[in-house]
């Protein structure tokens, strides 16, 4: 069996509709059917609407979960909470995160009351069956919000190390892009492409809003998709899972439950 290339379409929200669209449209159009993409869905971005107050986008939502792609929650702003308190923290939350790990920082209560306001607005959205795995804004967890997201009703989570089930951690190998720069888009565009000509591996490739803007990242994205789609079966974070003999629940939202 080929390896899975795990397409994930990061930052889905009110104020990334049409770049979101663009991206879909990129990648479907080299051959990834919308039912091997991975969205993850922001609920109350930043300052924006929530999401429950944009009918565009929970259409454009319910469309795609109706073609079989797969829906993970993403934090409720995305915007980082907290302050760090040592440098290595630092290093991660504004070198790596650059402001945007929302639960890198927080303390339990915190994260409980995030999870339960994001899950209230997908249940409001009538999303709640279709979404199924947890993906923390750059992929960065407190302790205590590690703790809150393996309680909670997940059947999968992700991190920078891989999509973990229970006690497994799968499809260790990430490729993503930096684009806030043009230093940036060329740095993580030779890293893609060093990856992309490693050994045949299950693959993450995470694709951001902001990479839709620099045509150096999209130049990245599609050699990447072109070098690894003759040798991948693409394949959503579920369908991945299952094919491991995983047992996946829907995220059950119940607007008056309290995570632990």
């Not at 991975?38 to 109350?44: C, E, Y």
């Not at 829906?71 to 790596?96: I, Q, V």
């Not at 990479?211 to 579920?238: F, H």
Request: aromatic share 6%; proline share 6%.
């Amino acid at each position: 069996m080929q390896p899975a290339l795990l397409v994930s379409i990061h930052d889905v929200s009110p104020l990334t509709l049409e770049t979101s669209r663009r991206l879909v449209r990129i990648v479907v159009a080299h051959g990834v059917p919308l039912r091997a993409l991975t969205v993850l869905v922001i609920p109350q971005h930043e300052d924006g609407p929530t999401l429950d107050d944009d009918p565009p986008t929970c259409r454009w939502l319910h469309e795609l979960a109706d073609a079989g792609a797969c829906l993970c929650l993403h934090g409720l702003t995305h915007r980082m909470a907290g302050t760090a308190r040592s440098p290595w923290k630092w290093l991660w939350a504004r070198g790596f995160a650059r402001g945007q790990g929302e639960l890198y920082l927080i303390d339990r209560a915190d994260c409980e009351r995030r999870l339960e306001t994001a899950r209230t607005i997908i249940k409001r959205c009538g999303l709640a069956d279709h979404v199924h795995g947890f993906v923390p804004p750059a992929w960065l967890l407190s302790k205590a919000a590690a703790d809150v997201v393996r309680g909670a009703a997940f059947a999968f989570n992700e991190q920078l190390s891989g999509i973990r089930v229970d006690d497994a951690i799968l499809a260790r190998r990430l490729i993503g892009f930096g684009s806030l720069s043009e230093v940036e888009s060329r740095v993580t565009s030779a890293f893609a492409w060093l990856q992309s000509h490693r050994g045949p591996s299950d693959t993450r490739l995470a694709i951001h809003p902001a990479d839709g803007q620099r045509a150096s990242t999209l130049r990245a994205i599609d050699r990447t998709l072109r070098r690894l789609l003759p040798r991948s079966q693409p394949m959503n974070y579920v369908d991945f899972l299952d094919s491991h003999a995983r047992s996946l629940r829907p995220l059950d939202v119940q607007p008056n439950t309290r995570l632990t």
